[in-house]
């Protein structure tokens, strides 16, 4: 069992740290792109949100696991609030890259809906900085 649990943990951690990253980068990234309107900025920022995408169930799942097997699956305010918001920014990140996929002008001057866009880009950064927040309360 030994061989399974810290291998676990440090995983999650490893996961969650490259969501955390990316997500902002991103954000950084998107953002340079509406000062410049340089659209490698913008492309460079929609990669950055695909990858912290699809490591997002990694991240959320593993987490699970890990508080099962080094918190007994105790629940508090924090691990309630971790699995919620988790899931929320895991389903908004969906959100965000499939319109972004499906409609390559949302985030551009061109569009109706780049303010809003940007918003919910802005809020899931909002998340992943609450949820990194709170896995440093652990520490």
Do not use: Q
């Not at 913008?42 to 997002?56: G, P, Q, R, V």
């Not at 319109?99 to 809003?116: H, K, Q, V």
């Amino acid at each position: 069992m030994a061989l399974f649990t810290k291998p676990a943990v440090r995983l999650h951690h490893i996961a969650s740290h490259f969501t955390n990253g990316l997500w902002p980068a991103g954000v950084v990234l998107f953002f340079s792109y509406l000062l410049t309107g340089k659209n490698a900025y913008e492309s460079a920022a929609y990669y950055c949100f695909i990858l912290s995408t699809l490591a997002s169930p990694f991240v959320l799942f593993s987490g699970v696991f890990d508080w099962k097997l080094r918190f007994k699956g105790r629940t508090t305010r924090i691990f309630t609030h971790k699995r919620v918001f988790g899931f929320i920014f895991m389903l908004l990140s969906i959100a965000i890259v499939a319109w972004r996929f499906f409609d390559p002008s949302a985030p551009t001057a061109e569009s109706g809906y780049r303010m809003i866009y940007t918003v919910l880009v802005l809020l899931n950064c909002g998340f992943v900085i609450y949820l990194g927040y709170l896995g440093g309360k652990f520490l």
